[in-house]
């Protein structure tokens, strides 16, 4: 367990990202606390804080867990993954009682400590005495924060200690995930939802289509906690982050189709990307995926009145699959040209006998560039059968 310095009376000790909760002035100026109900589990207290300017007192009621075994220990806020691995934990005690607690994360639970066969763990009631097991299974990742509240409170001297996993602030952009947390209120953020997006995200995306694809998207890009296997406790909620694979290629993809546009918002974007998103196959890596989706493309193109002939089964080569993380949109670019007779760099000659061929039903030839910016570069062929049962795209050097 990492050790940061005593915050004391400093604010914003965490990433500036974080929600107000987070970052108050903790301890407020002219606080006073004081107990509204004890009970033997569980607690009320009301913090008061005077405005020096208008005199007016603001009164705030904060509910407060208790940790089994740890008697002295109160909790306003905990948060944990679909795991119960925590996350985030803000308590309050004496000095004694704090470090009793951190030194049971190495104490197996005979030695009266948390630990239990590989992890730590620790049990919250909340006021109905409903348990929440808090599961560490590597408590070396944590890091830990102090501050004190003043001494003029009814309590005595109390340390306010947070214990959090640094992921909580910054972007993973590895697991292509981060966190934005907030009071529980329920209110979404937007604005710091899309502040995270566009960190996590490798291709750039426009301020305007904030809503589009937030809305759009919904829970394939952004999870409620509350919606988690383990809820948050206290005054703390959120959303968790989370980039699908195939998102750079989905935003390519909605921006050839005209649902995310360079400059304003396109009617209706957020409900038709609700509709794109259904029908678009999300695990881009794999290979038979890439080619279900390009064939819901050929099909797609079929039914376009435009098309001058079908495009069948589609079948890309190996190669072809290995350029679509590069360029998500070669194998849309390629057809959406050679269903309507656009043969692409052939010689004079290989695009009249194409153009012949569609009206004979012979065999149709066409090539593209790989990348459109550099059209003396990479090629890739468009093949469509005699019969129009297969077309097939593939490399040159794969024919």
């Excluded at 903790?26 to 300017?53: G, K, M, N, T, V």
């Excluded at 000095?95 to 400590?113: P, V």
């Excluded at 509350?226 to 005054?235: D, M």
């Amino acid at each position: 367990m990492r050790s940061l310095p005593e915050n004391g009376r400093q604010t914003g000790v965490l990433a500036p990202w974080s929600a107000p909760f987070l970052c108050r002035p903790y301890p407020w100026s002219a606080i006073e606390c004081f107990q509204q109900r004890f009970q033997p589990h569980f607690q009320l207290l009301a913090r008061a804080s005077r405005d020096s300017r208008t005199g007016t007192i603001f009164e705030v009621i904060i509910m407060l867990l208790t940790i089994q075994n740890f008697a002295d220990l109160f909790v306003d806020a905990c948060l944990r993954d679909d795991k119960s691995e925590l996350l985030f934990l803000s308590l309050f005690g004496r000095d004694t009682s704090i470090l009793q607690f951190f030194s049971a994360f190495s104490l197996k639970r005979s030695e009266g400590g948390l630990i239990e066969g590989a992890n730590a763990q620790f049990v919250l009631h909340d006021d109905a005495m409903r348990p929440h097991t808090v599961v560490v299974s590597d408590v070396d990742r944590l890091e830990k924060l102090t501050g004190r509240l003043p001494s003029e409170n009814l309590f005595g001297p109390l340390t306010h200690a947070w214990l959090f996993d640094p992921c909580l602030t910054r972007c993973d952009r590895g697991k292509r995930e981060a966190w934005v947390l907030d009071e529980g209120t329920g209110v979404r953020d937007a604005h710091k939802l899309w502040r995270r997006i566009t960190e996590l995200s490798p291709v750039p995306l426009l301020e305007h289509w904030r809503e589009a694809i937030i809305d759009g998207l919904g829970s394939r890009l952004v999870r409620p906690l509350v919606e988690s296997n383990a809820v948050p406790l206290g005054a703390i909620g959120g959303y968790r982050v989370h980039l699908p694979t195939a998102f750079e290629a989905f935003v390519s993809t909605a921006v050839a189709r005209g649902l995310l546009l360079p400059s304003g918002e396109a009617p209706r974007a957020a409900e038709r990307i609700v509709a794109m998103a259904s029908e678009f196959v999300w695990n881009a890596p794999s290979s038979l995926d890439a080619q279900a989706q390009a064939n819901g493309l050929a099909a797609q193109f079929d039914q376009d009145p435009d098309a001058l002939f079908a495009l069948g089964k589609l079948v890309m080569t190996s190669g072809v699959d290995a350029l679509l993380g590069r360029h998500p949109l070669l194998i849309e670019r390629c057809l959406s040209r050679h269903r309507v007779g656009d043969w692409g760099d052939v010689p004079a000659g290989d695009w009249q006998a194409n153009d012949h061929a569609v009206k004979t039903a012979d065999r149709l030839v066409s090539s593209y560039p790989v990348d459109p910016d550099a059209p003396d570069a990479e090629k890739v062929w468009v093949i469509t059968e005699w019969d129009r049962s297969v077309t097939t795209v593939l490399l040159p050097s794969e024919y």
